[in-house]
């Protein structure tokens, strides 16, 4: 349960009385530690914990070296990384959607210099994922097969993780620098129904909602949509009265980090008219004026930097 809350020093409080009270931690115990252990990126701990997890006769399942894949992520190791990949094969476990979905996660954080390593991992276990994210990565869309290989890759994956890789694979692009390919994966989300009710309109406010979306995918629906309401202005139509973002209110259980922390500086970096509404929390409000001042002024530095 404390895994589960993200409560780390009263599970490590728990463990401990556990084995100085001589009852012997089982395999689920064992696994529990190391994926509260990785989630908070304790290298040390997680592996010391494997070690005690050894010696005590158990076997790693998929679940625990998952979240080893993605605390040594979070710590950059990424030769440790391919390490505990490799140790899959050893020990005749199967990879599954998740297990995949953890290695692009991982992706998202490694240094582009190392990329090329963890393709090689994600192609060994899913040829198709592996594909997309070779494109990607290498760069290598001349033939203009991105956007059919993508949709092919989600009608083959199970719903529970469509919008996992979707949006690690925004993710990804944001980190390489190719918002049109972020935009492209976004766009297809939209039109596979990955994502839904990202933006909603009523007579009085149009909203962004993003709380599902990842970092990178969020930044993709902001330029997705800040693109839309120039259109809507270009056309010679009305923005309604006011304008919101909602980002949700929520912070990762292992991490004080939220998406509203996110936005906001990226809000402050677009010298954005939107600001967090006081009583609304995760909201970020603008009215119609401002925001068409704002896409007016956007509009003109866009001009003249052409």
Excluded at 75 to 101: H, K, S, W, Y
Excluded at 240 to 260: D, F, Q, R, V
């Amino acid at each position: 349960m404390c895994a589960d809350l993200g409560y780390v020093d009263k599970a490590v409080e728990i463990f401990e009385d556990m084995k100085s009270s001589g009852i012997k931690p089982d395999s689920w115990t064992f696994s529990s530690m190391i994926t509260i252990f990785s989630c908070c990126g304790k290298v040390s701990d997680s592996e010391n914990t494997l070690n005690e997890m050894f010696e005590a006769g158990f076997q790693p399942n998929i679940f625990v070296l998952t979240s080893l894949i993605q605390c040594y992520g979070k710590a950059q190791r990424i030769d440790d990384v391919v390490m505990t990949f490799n140790r899959i094969f050893e020990l005749v476990i199967t990879p599954d959607d998740r297990f995949c979905g953890c290695l692009l996660n991982v992706m998202t954080q490694t240094p582009n210099e190392e990329l090329g390593k963890l393709v090689k991992c994600v192609e060994r276990v899913n040829q198709k994922l592996g594909y997309v994210v070779k494109l990607l990565v290498e760069e290598q869309d001349i033939e203009g097969n991105f956007k059919n290989e993508a949709t092919d890759l989600f009608d083959s994956i199970s719903t529970e993780v469509k919008k996992a890789y979707c949006n690690c694979l925004i993710d990804l692009c944001v980190k390489l620098n190719m918002m049109d390919r972020a935009c492209e994966l976004l766009e297809l989300g939209l039109a596979l129904e990955i994502y839904t009710d990202i933006m909603s309109r009523t007579s009085t406010q149009w909203s962004l909602n993003l709380k599902s979306l990842s970092p990178g995918a969020a930044l993709t629906a902001l330029h997705i949509w800040m693109n839309d309401l120039s259109t809507v202005l270009e056309a010679g139509e009305q923005l309604p009265p006011l304008l919101g973002i909602n980002t949700g209110h929520g912070k990762h259980k292992y991490s004080e980090k939220g998406l509203a922390n996110v936005f906001e500086s990226h809000l402050k970096e677009l010298n954005s008219p939107f600001h967090e509404a006081p009583d609304k929390i995760g909201w970020f409000l603008t009215t119609k004026v401002a925001a068409e001042s704002w896409l007016e002024s956007r509009k003109s530095t866009d001009t003249a930097a052409a």
